[in-house]
């Protein structure tokens, strides 16, 4: 069972991935809007908006899964801290989370 430092540590590390997440969202969207019309300026363009389809499919699974293991790694954080699990994590809260990962 991991101590309160290390669920307060895990809880910044996943807001930190969270926030990595977002700011890859518009370069990954370009690359494939961007592939999606090499697709189609090469082959016909049913083949481009195919590979839009496809590739946008893939990339909301993808979100949709670090999605899901960041808010369970922030639950796990919270458990392990011995907060409740649907603590909201508002300013006052993480710089408390912050004190206690820093002692």
């Known amino acids: 069972m991991a101590g309160k430092k290390e669920g307060a540590q895990r809880i910044l590390d996943a807001k930190a991935s969270a926030r990595k997440v977002q700011q890859r969202l518009i370069p990954a969207g370009g690359g494939i809007v961007l592939l999606a019309i ?20 893939l990339f909301q699974y993808a979100l949709e899964r670090m999605n899901t293991i960041v808010e369970a790694s922030i639950a796990n954080g919270l458990k392990d801290m011995g907060w409740e699990a649907g603590t909201e994590l508002d300013d006052e809260a993480l710089e408390k989370i912050r004190t206690i990962a820093n002692r």
């Open 38 to 57: 090499v697709v189609a300026f090469l082959t016909r363009w049913e083949f481009g908006l195919a590979t839009l389809l496809m590739c946008g499919l």
